[in-house]
């Protein structure tokens, strides 16, 4: 067990649907960030929270959002879901936000859209 | 892009050998990192270098990094069959601590 939870970890919709992921960050890390992984692109980083806030954006959909919340939990919506949003979503965590921290990542959320 | 690139894709060696990834990237850098994924897991952190270090010893992991070249380079010394798996190096050109990760390098080690 890394630390880094994440919930649900299979999850299977249809088209146009959205969903939630969830992601509870090691203890007393404060930064979160959200990967995609697919076989043709490779690990994504989509965006970063740090304390509550935004911190960077990445390669995030318009279709895609997320927040962290006061307990350092964070979700990552995915909305008008598509056949190629069938993915490896991971929630990783770090101490802080910057500095150079090695990350601690969840064990992922495997989205299959249908 | 800011992804850097491992090489090979694919690396299959005997059990007890060494085997060498190696990672390119294009953007100068912060620091540069190297995880293990097993089939469908997490990833797994193993090692971060910094951009003002040049060699770096965990175990039997040995990390370098040519700045200059903009590259670094993975050693698995007396490899096991438990070293299967994929792994990745990832860099960071910003200052807040985003890591963009490279394609990956896959690894079997046959016992």
């Known amino acids: 067990d890394s630390g880094v939870t994440q919930t649900p970890k299979h999850l299977i919709t249809a088209t146009g649907q959205r969903v939630t992921l969830r992601c509870s960050p090691r203890?007393?890390?404060?930064?979160v960030y959200w990967y995609q992984q697919s076989l043709d692109q490779g690990l994504q980083f989509l965006i970063q929270?740090?304390?509550?806030?935004?911190?960077a954006k990445g390669n995030i959909l318009e279709r895609f959002s997320a927040q962290q919340f006061p307990d350092l939990h964070s979700e990552l919506n995915l909305s008008s879901l598509e056949l190629g949003d069938s993915a490896l979503y991971f929630c990783?965590?770090?101490?802080?936000?910057?500095?150079?921290?090695?990350?601690?990542f969840g064990s992922g959320t495997r989205l299959t859209v249908v | 892009s800011q992804q850097g690139e491992e090489d090979p894709q694919a690396l299959s060696i005997q059990e007890g050998e060494n085997a060498t990834m190696n990672c390119s990237y294009k953007?100068?850098?912060?620091?540069l990192q190297w995880y293990r994924q097993n089939s469908g897991r997490g990833l797994v952190h193993l090692i971060l270098?910094?951009?003002?270090?040049r060699e770096k010893h965990s175990g039997r992991l040995r990390v370098t990094l040519d700045t200059s070249k903009k590259s670094s380079s993975l050693l698995i010394t007396a490899s096991r069959a438990a070293d299967t798996a994929s792994y990745f190096c990832?860099?960071?050109?910003?200052?807040?601590?985003?890591?963009?990760f490279g394609t990956g390098t896959s690894l079997t080690v046959i016992p």
């Open positions: 990783a965590s770090s101490p802080h936000g910057g500095g150079g921290y090695g990350y601690t």
């Open positions: 203890s007393g890390d404060l930064s």
């Open positions: 929270y740090y304390n509550g806030e935004e911190r």
């Open positions: 953007t100068s850098i912060n620091n």
């Open positions: 270098i910094r951009s003002n270090e």
């Open positions: 990832a860099t960071d050109p910003n200052t807040g601590n985003q890591f963009y």
